[in-house]
């Protein structure tokens, strides 16, 4: 495409290799002045990479760049910043025990005379922008008192107070409930309006669909093209991200429940800061099926999934998996009760991220002896295990059973860990948030596996934050309120609103 | 020579010796150099490297290191080794063993303490019980029974042991108890331990007597004398007889006033200057053997009958 | 220069470099204080290696820090600081003397048995650090230090209790000569050994003239041990799942606190081994009051750290380690330079080794300058 200062980033046959791995095989990119343009590819497509490119966290081996028609080189971050482009990671960098003005002025900290903080001006400073663009947000709250939503918009006017004019944001709606989302979009609505230009990247095809003015595809480190988001449906944006035609919607036979085999009874459950949060929950998840518990985050989710697996401790009640009791024992007692769990945050509970792929696909397991006699662990046999769930799985890059699993994109690393968990076919399956930061390929890829165990034979308990997955995905559908399940429905005979209102507290049991 | 672990800045008797060496290194040109022991694995290896550079004459400071040096003595019969602080019962003939009767400059400070006390209390800091610690200790209660005799006094004594050369702090709890308890100077002959018993004094304001060294530099307001020995004199004796050849190895030799090896510093501002030429005509008569102070509890017990 | 940048990202480049930076700082140090650099250097590897009896002294003095420093590494791939190293070693160092004075079997019996006291101990303060991580949450930098000074003045004290003081000294008697483990401790010393020897003056020096004792095949021995236990087993497997994510490993029903008790078990019966060796295979074959540390588990901390928690590494790490101290005397004695020039030196490889993270770094700025040139 023509080089013209109608475009805010032009991006021209980008190259960037890591050893002998082409990350990134001549990518463009075109972003219009005042839009929104979303880069949208499956993890591991080389989206991020682009954006570290763009960054100057990374340096292209080959290709160029223009900003407003002109053509520069970006070597660091700082580089960037100067020339008006501004990043949201998607983890944000944020000091917890600071306040939101003295996040947004760090490291550009407003002095007055003889060097000192002039934190009262900072404020001023700060509110000014918080006007101008809309973002409410206190000024004086500490970051760890304000909610994801909110953090997210004091990374965004860091960006701005550093005078961006293009923003690129990584993932911004991954952490974010539904209603911070509409929120989310109506912001980046506004800052166009006002002359800034903001690429996101995503692979959430609603998302794009309702935000983005133009859509860039990479696939494999490869261009797919850009196509205009007004001219285009969900279903080609998936296929042409994934390569295939995608079902968005999830194929399932009828479920044919059998046993009991979890069986929860008034169960009741402390968080860590000492206040009950699961009160008196009862639940059963038979065999063959799959039961969706859906609910707003908070509502004593994480606690009551923690107590079967006995890592927090069940002040009352009872959890019997296949009629055996199992509350307060062990992490391993469940696990060999026959309970397999796919974590809700796969970096803190389900990987050890610099062992390798063979390590992490026997973490529950190594004790076995088919994994080396007596106390002799046999790497080689390790590895072979790993290679087969490897290719079962289809984990990429192919033979990264030596590489460290931090390595590896999302994706690749939730298939290790959902690899690991059903290849010991357990009797019960409990997934949280198991698509979680994952691309339509690999969610399509998640719910499939959730299905293949469920017929099977195995109970599934799927525990998800969105209500698209629940409603689609689950045989049962099981609203949690305020540590309680106020409602379960067989799938099909209840609506989203119905559900949305229980969640919400509405309505009674 | 090989220092004890205690290094060669320890401000004591392994800074006096290589002071001693230094001096014959000025004075004569003899070539002469140290290695330091950090822990007592290191005592033999060191005096080995000490061979090794062909020494004629290699010295151990300490009776930490009797055996280590006797070993080595054994092992390497060329050569000449001589001790500080030393005896031995066997004699080998290129083995010399140094030992100084602290007992006579120990005499002369129990002297000016008891001269010297108001509360009529005085104080006794060992580090740890043995033969070289009995000279200081009783060779200071003689020193005390002298002038209470002499003056008709009757100042006490109180004695402990900090079971430590090394630990000051509770060299300085020990002294701390006896300042509160009344006495008013404290002698110590305690090594670094020592040094907390100085240290109590200056916190209490009262009077503390060094060891082996001057030690008033520590507190010049508070160590009122010291308690000699002249290793830096003892080194160069020897060294030169055993040199020359007058000196055989196989012997132990026992320095004091005699051999001027032992004695009490000059400087005695916080003393009174009777007391002092007292004391220094005492060391005459210990010189010439009027006087013998007692070595341990029974030549002790002697002389206080004696008296 | 693409083979400088690649040689720059193998691990042990960060090793060597800051090995060869801390001797040219060395080198400057000496320079500075008046001290040629050249012959400095050369009385230090003539220290070293110099003699066979060198090279000898050498290895004993290596025997306890590769085991201090294996200890220290183990420890911290199990995700665990074990800064008490210096006391465990002290600990050992006591149950040794008190059963090598106490017990007197024949060496069969007493060897082991002295040796296995001295390793219990060490054992029980590693594991009393691990078990007070696990049970109550307490950090083990924080009770380790406080267990040092305890290790300390227990030593303090039993050297002074009347049934193992040797009256006249600060120390304790010598444990039973049937606790040796020198390498033929009697004969060599008797004539008809002192004869034989004569023969052989590298033998005779070697044997006679050091404690060349079993210490360093069972030091080697434990560091090849430990990164075995570490890579190959289902123990070691656990204890890096802990040490790299203690949550996940949690999640993974691994026993957490079990593991965290367990490896400080093993890193304080390290360090105890290394004092019960020290007890046994060391003149004067007792303990002293100790006025300070003697730093056989500090220098551990040191030697972990240069061999970048390697265990295998720790071998030739603590071989350095002890040729820097052991030949730093050699400076000192015919330079005259004070041995704090050896000290800096060693210091200044330890503090580069702690910068280790600068040489990819380096290699990163490398990459990119040249990248820089071949635009322009």
């Given at each position: 495409?023509e080089?013209?200062?109608?475009?805010?980033?032009?991006?021209h046959g980008?190259?960037?290799?890591?050893?002998?791995f082409?990350?990134?095989?001549g990518?463009?990119?075109?972003?219009?002045?005042?839009s929104?343009?979303?880069?949208?590819?499956e993890n591991?497509?080389?989206k991020?990479?682009?954006?570290?490119?763009?960054?100057?966290?990374?340096?292209?081996d080959?290709?160029?760049?223009?900003?407003?028609?002109?053509?520069?080189?970006?070597?660091?971050?700082?580089?960037?910043i100067?020339?008006?482009?501004?990043?949201?990671h998607?983890?944000?960098m944020?000091?917890?025990?600071?306040?939101?003005?003295?996040?947004?002025?760090?490291?550009?900290?407003?002095?007055?005379t003889?060097?000192?903080?002039?934190?009262?001006?900072?404020?001023?400073?700060v509110?000014?922008?918080?006007?101008?663009?809309?973002?409410?947000?206190?000024?004086?709250a500490?970051i760890?008192?304000?909610?994801?939503?909110?953090?997210?918009?004091?990374?965004?006017l860091?960006?701005?107070?550093?005078?961006?004019?293009?923003?690129?944001?990584?993932?911004?709606?991954?952490?974010?409930?539904?209603?911070?989302?509409?929120?989310l979009?109506?912001?980046?609505?506004?800052?166009?309006?006002?002359?800034?230009?903001i690429?996101?990247?995503?692979?959430?095809?609603?998302?794009?669909?309702?935000?983005?003015?133009?859509?860039?595809?990479?696939?494999r480190?490869?261009?797919?093209?850009?196509?205009?988001?007004?001219?285009?449906?969900?279903?080609?944006?998936?296929?042409?991200?994934?390569?295939?035609?995608?079902?968005?919607?999830v194929?399932?036979?009828?479920?044919?429940?059998?046993?009991?085999?979890?069986?929860?009874?008034?169960?009741h459950?402390?968080?860590?800061?000492?206040?009950?949060v699961?009160k008196?929950?009862?639940?059963?998840?038979?065999a063959?099926?799959i039961?969706?518990?859906?609910?707003?985050?908070?509502?004593?989710?994480?606690?009551?999934?923690d107590?079967?697996?006995?890592?927090v401790?069940?002040?009352s009640?009872?959890?019997?998996?296949?009629?055996k009791?199992?509350?307060?024992?062990?992490?391993?007692?469940?696990i060999e009760?026959?309970?397999?769990?796919?974590?809700?945050?796969?970096?803190?509970?389900?990987?050890?991220?610099?062992?390798?792929?063979?390590e992490?696909s026997?973490?529950?397991?190594?004790?076995?002896?088919?994994?080396?006699?007596?106390?002799?662990?046999d790497?080689?046999?390790?590895?072979?295990?790993?290679?087969?769930?490897?290719?079962?799985?289809?984990?990429?890059?192919?033979?990264?059973?030596?590489?460290?699993a931090?390595?590896?994109?999302?994706?690749?690393?939730?298939?290790?860990?959902?690899?690991?968990?059903?290849?010991?076919?357990p009797?019960?399956?409990?997934?949280?948030?198991?698509?979680r930061?994952?691309?339509v390929g690999?969610?399509e890829?998640?719910?499939?596996?959730?299905?293949?165990e469920?017929?099977?034979?195995a109970a599934i308990?799927?525990v998800?934050?969105?209500?698209?997955?629940?409603?689609?995905?689950s045989?049962?559908?099981?609203?949690?309120?305020?540590g309680?399940?106020?409602?379960?429905?067989?799938?099909?005979?209840?609506?989203?609103?119905?559900?949305?209102?229980?969640?919400?507290g509405?309505?009674?049991? | 020579?090989?220092?004890?672990?205690?290094?060669?800045s320890?401000?004591?008797?392994?800074?006096?010796s290589?002071?001693?060496?230094?001096?014959?290194?000025?004075?004569k040109?003899?070539e002469?150099?140290?290695?330091e022991?950090?822990?007592?694995s290191?005592?033999?290896?060191?005096?080995?490297?000490?061979?090794?550079?062909?020494?004629?004459?290699v010295?151990g400071?300490?009776?930490?290191?009797?055996?280590?040096?006797?070993?080595s003595?054994?092992?390497?019969?060329?050569v000449?080794?001589?001790i500080?602080?030393?005896?031995?019962?066997?004699?080998?003939?290129?083995?010399?063993?140094?030992?100084?009767?602290?007992q006579?400059?120990?005499?002369?400070?129990?002297?000016?303490?008891?001269?010297?006390?108001?509360?009529?209390?005085?104080?006794?800091?060992?580090?740890?019980?043995?033969?070289?610690i009995?000279?200081?200790?009783?060779?200071?209660?003689?020193?005390?029974?002298?002038?209470?005799?002499?003056?008709?006094?009757?100042?006490?004594?109180?004695?402990?042991?900090?079971?430590?050369?090394?630990?000051?702090?509770?060299?300085?709890?020990?002294?701390?108890?006896?300042?509160?308890?009344?006495?008013?100077?404290?002698?110590?002959?305690?090594?670094?331990a020592?040094?907390?018993?100085?240290?109590?004094a200056?916190?209490?304001?009262?009077?503390?007597?060094?060891?082996?060294?001057?030690?008033?530099?520590?507190?010049p307001?508070?160590?009122?004398?010291?308690?000699?020995?002249?290793v830096?004199?003892?080194?160069?004796?020897?060294?030169?007889?055993?040199?020359?050849?007058?000196?055989?190895?196989?012997?132990?030799?026992?320095?004091?006033?005699?051999?001027?090896?032992?004695g009490?510093?000059?400087?005695?501002?916080l003393?009174?200057?009777?007391?002092?030429?007292?004391?220094?005509?005492?060391s005459?008569?210990i010189?010439?053997?009027?006087?013998?102070?007692?070595?341990?509890?029974?030549?002790?017990?002697?002389?206080?009958?004696s008296? | 220069?693409?083979?400088?940048?690649?040689?720059?990202?193998?691990?042990?480049?960060?090793?060597?470099?800051?090995?060869?930076?801390?001797f040219?700082?060395?080198?400057?140090?000496?320079?500075?204080?008046?001290?040629?650099?050249?012959?400095?250097?050369?009385?230090?590897?003539?220290g070293?290696?110099?003699?066979?009896?060198?090279?000898?002294?050498?290895?004993?003095?290596?025997?306890?820090?590769?085991?201090?420093g294996?200890?220290?590494?183990?420890?911290?791939?199990?995700?665990?600081?074990?800064?008490?190293?210096?006391?465990?070693?002290v600990?050992?160092?006591?149950?040794?003397?008190?059963?090598?004075?106490?017990?007197?079997?024949?060496?069969?019996?007493q060897?082991?048995?002295?040796?296995?006291?001295?390793?219990?101990?060490?054992?029980?303060?590693?594991?009393?650090?691990?078990?007070?991580k696990?049970?109550?949450?307490?950090?083990e930098?924080?009770?380790?230090?406080?267990?040092?000074?305890?290790?300390?003045?227990a030593?303090?004290?039993?050297?002074?209790?009347?049934?193992?003081?040797?009256?006249?000294?600060?120390?304790t008697?010598?444990?039973?000569?049937?606790?040796?483990?020198?390498?033929?401790?009697?004969?060599k010393?008797?004539?008809?050994?002192?004869?034989?020897?004569?023969?052989?003056?590298?033998?005779?020096?070697?044997?006679?003239?050091?404690?060349?004792?079993?210490?360093?095949?069972?030091?080697?021995a434990?560091?090849?041990?430990?990164?075995v236990?570490?890579?190959?087993?289902?123990?070691?497997?656990e204890?890096?799942?802990?040490?790299?994510?203690?949550?996940?490993?949690?999640?993974?029903?691994?026993?957490?606190?079990?593991?965290?008790v367990?490896?400080?078990?093993?890193?304080?019966a390290?360090?105890?081994?290394?004092?019960?060796?020290?007890?046994?295979?060391?003149?004067?074959?007792?303990?002293?009051?100790?006025?300070?540390?003697?730093?056989?588990?500090?220098?551990g901390?040191?030697?972990?750290?240069i061999a970048?928690?390697?265990?295998?590494?720790?071998?030739?790490?603590?071989?350095?380690?002890?040729?820097?101290?052991?030949?730093?005397?050699?400076?000192?004695?015919?330079?005259?330079?004070?041995?704090?020039?050896?000290?800096?030196?060693?210091?200044?490889?330890?503090?580069?080794?702690?910068?280790?993270?600068?040489?990819?770094?380096?290699?990163?700025?490398l990459?990119?300058?040249?990248?820089?040139v071949?635009?322009?």
């Amino acid at each position: 495409m023509e080089v013209s200062p109608e475009y805010a980033v032009q991006m021209h046959g980008i190259v960037k290799t890591f050893g002998s791995f082409r990350a990134l095989d001549g990518v463009d990119l075109d972003v219009r002045k005042q839009s929104i343009h979303a880069i949208l590819g499956e993890n591991g497509a080389g989206k991020s990479t682009l954006m570290n490119v763009l960054y100057g966290l990374y340096q292209a081996d080959g290709g160029e760049l223009f900003l407003n028609g002109e053509k520069v080189s970006i070597n660091s971050p700082t580089e960037a910043i100067k020339h008006g482009i501004g990043m949201v990671h998607q983890h944000f960098m944020l000091v917890e025990n600071f306040t939101v003005t003295e996040n947004i002025v760090l490291g550009e900290e407003v002095c007055g005379t003889a060097g000192v903080l002039d934190m009262a001006k900072a404020r001023q400073e700060v509110v000014k922008i918080v006007e101008e663009y809309g973002l409410e947000v206190d000024p004086d709250a500490l970051i760890e008192d304000i909610t994801v939503g909110m953090q997210q918009r004091v990374e965004i006017l860091k960006a701005l107070y550093r005078g961006a004019d293009t923003l690129i944001l990584d993932e911004p709606t991954a952490v974010l409930t539904p209603q911070e989302i509409g929120q989310l979009i109506k912001i980046m609505r506004d800052l166009v309006s006002k002359g800034k230009t903001i690429i996101i990247i995503t692979h959430k095809l609603k998302e794009i669909m309702s935000s983005a003015d133009e859509c860039t595809i990479i696939r494999r480190g490869r261009y797919m093209g850009t196509v205009d988001v007004a001219q285009t449906n969900e279903a080609e944006l998936a296929s042409k991200m994934v390569g295939r035609h995608v079902n968005l919607h999830v194929e399932k036979s009828p479920s044919r429940p059998g046993e009991t085999v979890l069986s929860i009874r008034d169960l009741h459950v402390k968080d860590d800061r000492g206040i009950e949060v699961v009160k008196g929950l009862s639940l059963d998840v038979h065999a063959g099926e799959i039961v969706g518990i859906a609910g707003i985050d908070g509502n004593g989710q994480r606690e009551f999934v923690d107590a079967i697996d006995n890592l927090v401790h069940a002040e009352s009640g009872t959890i019997e998996v296949k009629g055996k009791q199992i509350q307060n024992t062990t992490p391993r007692n469940t696990i060999e009760t026959g309970v397999a769990t796919v974590p809700s945050d796969r970096h803190r509970w389900g990987l050890v991220l610099p062992f390798s792929v063979a390590e992490n696909s026997v973490l529950e397991r190594h004790n076995e002896e088919r994994f080396g006699k007596g106390i002799m662990l046999d790497l080689a046999k390790v590895e072979e295990f790993a290679r087969g769930l490897i290719e079962e799985y289809d984990i990429r890059p192919e033979g990264c059973e030596s590489q460290p699993a931090a390595g590896l994109s999302g994706g690749n690393q939730q298939k290790v860990i959902i690899a690991r968990e059903v290849s010991g076919e357990p009797d019960l399956l409990v997934a949280v948030q198991p698509t979680r930061g994952l691309d339509v390929g690999a969610i399509e890829f998640v719910h499939k596996s959730l299905i293949r165990e469920r017929d099977r034979g195995a109970a599934i308990l799927l525990v998800s934050l969105e209500l698209d997955e629940v409603m689609d995905v689950s045989d049962t559908i099981a609203v949690i309120h305020d540590g309680q399940i106020v409602g379960s429905f067989e799938q099909g005979t209840v609506t989203e609103e119905q559900i949305g209102l229980l969640m919400a507290g509405g309505g009674s049991k | 020579m090989v220092t004890d672990t205690g290094g060669v800045s320890d401000q004591s008797f392994n800074q006096s010796s290589w002071e001693g060496l230094q001096q014959l290194e000025s004075d004569k040109g003899w070539e002469v150099s140290y290695i330091e022991s950090k822990q007592e694995s290191d005592y033999a290896t060191n005096l080995d490297k000490a061979v090794d550079d062909e020494a004629n004459l290699v010295w151990g400071i300490g009776f930490n290191m009797a055996d280590a040096v006797a070993h080595s003595a054994q092992t390497n019969p060329d050569v000449q080794f001589a001790i500080i602080d030393n005896a031995y019962d066997e004699s080998q003939s290129n083995l010399t063993g140094v030992t100084f009767r602290a007992q006579e400059p120990s005499f002369l400070v129990g002297y000016i303490a008891a001269r010297t006390t108001k509360t009529n209390k005085i104080g006794f800091v060992g580090g740890i019980t043995g033969v070289v610690i009995d000279q200081f200790d009783y060779g200071y209660r003689a020193g005390v029974d002298y002038a209470n005799k002499e003056a008709g006094t009757s100042v006490e004594v109180q004695g402990q042991y900090a079971d430590s050369f090394s630990d000051a702090a509770k060299g300085k709890a020990i002294a701390s108890k006896m300042f509160s308890d009344g006495c008013d100077i404290v002698f110590h002959a305690a090594g670094g331990a020592g040094a907390g018993v100085i240290e109590a004094a200056k916190e209490a304001n009262q009077y503390a007597i060094g060891v082996d060294r001057d030690q008033n530099y520590l507190a010049p307001d508070n160590v009122i004398t010291s308690a000699l020995k002249r290793v830096d004199k003892a080194i160069i004796e020897v060294s030169t007889q055993i040199e020359a050849g007058t000196l055989k190895g196989g012997s132990n030799i026992e320095l004091g006033f005699k051999e001027d090896c032992v004695g009490i510093p000059e400087k005695h501002d916080l003393i009174a200057d009777d007391v002092y030429q007292a004391a220094l005509a005492l060391s005459e008569k210990i010189k010439d053997g009027s006087i013998v102070p007692p070595m341990n509890k029974d030549s002790y017990d002697k002389y206080v009958a004696s008296l | 220069m693409k083979t400088i940048v690649k040689l720059l990202r193998k691990p042990i480049a960060a090793s060597i470099l800051a090995i060869a930076v801390g001797f040219l700082i060395a080198a400057i140090v000496l320079a500075i204080a008046g001290y040629a650099p050249g012959p400095s250097f050369a009385a230090l590897f003539n220290g070293m290696i110099g003699k066979p009896k060198y090279i000898s002294n050498v290895v004993i003095k290596a025997t306890p820090l590769i085991l201090t420093g294996t200890a220290v590494a183990f420890a911290f791939k199990t995700g665990l600081f074990n800064i008490g190293a210096e006391g465990q070693y002290v600990t050992g160092t006591i149950c040794a003397a008190i059963v090598g004075i106490s017990c007197d079997f024949p060496p069969v019996l007493q060897v082991p048995l002295v040796i296995l006291a001295g390793t219990l101990g060490g054992a029980a303060c590693g594991a009393l650090v691990g078990w007070l991580k696990a049970k109550f949450g307490i950090n083990e930098v924080i009770t380790s230090i406080m267990l040092n000074w305890i290790s300390l003045y227990a030593c303090n004290f039993v050297v002074n209790v009347p049934a193992f003081h040797q009256p006249e000294s600060t120390s304790t008697y010598a444990v039973n000569p049937s606790s040796y483990t020198m390498i033929l401790p009697k004969w060599k010393l008797s004539e008809e050994g002192l004869a034989t020897l004569k023969g052989t003056p590298w033998l005779y020096e070697v044997l006679v003239k050091t404690d060349v004792n079993v210490g360093i095949l069972i030091a080697v021995a434990c560091a090849i041990l430990i990164a075995v236990l570490l890579k190959r087993t289902k123990m070691g497997y656990e204890m890096r799942a802990v040490g790299l994510n203690r949550e996940a490993a949690q999640f993974a029903g691994i026993n957490v606190n079990r593991n965290i008790v367990t490896c400080m078990l093993i890193s304080g019966a390290l360090c105890g081994l290394a004092g019960a060796l020290a007890v046994t295979g060391l003149e004067p074959h007792n303990i002293s009051t100790l006025a300070a540390f003697e730093n056989n588990g500090f220098n551990g901390l040191s030697v972990a750290f240069i061999a970048g928690s390697s265990p295998i590494g720790c071998i030739f790490a603590g071989f350095l380690f002890s040729g820097l101290i052991y030949g730093g005397q050699s400076v000192q004695q015919v330079m005259g330079a004070p041995s704090d020039i050896i000290n800096i030196m060693i210091g200044t490889i330890v503090f580069l080794m702690a910068l280790s993270q600068v040489v990819p770094m380096v290699a990163d700025w490398l990459e990119r300058r040249e990248k820089g040139v071949a635009n322009a």
